[in-house]
């Protein structure tokens, strides 16, 4: 799980940081560092996700991913840009 099929899971249940934090057991500053992607979410995380939240949707966001990556493959220039540190492209 990357940090926006964790946003997006939070989004989709119309909860704040604060409130998905409460729920997970986590902060809402650590929320809002996975959602940044200065943090993984952890295994724990991931298992308290698929308790509080129908595991099917976790399992469709993560594909989604995948097929969006698919779809739109970064070029040579971009990914070495990216591997390099340069995140203009990121954004």
Known sequence: MNSQDFKQIRLSKDMSKA?????????????????AGRRNVSERTRAKIA???DIRKVLYFSERMREIEKSFPLNNT??????????????
């Open 51 to 53: 308790r509080v939240i």
């Open 19 to 35: 409130e998905f934090g409460e729920l997970l057991g986590i902060s809402p500053s650590h929320v809002s560092h996975i959602e």
């Open 78 to 91: 971009m990914s070495n840009k990216l591997s390099q540190g340069e995140d203009d492209y990121a954004n």
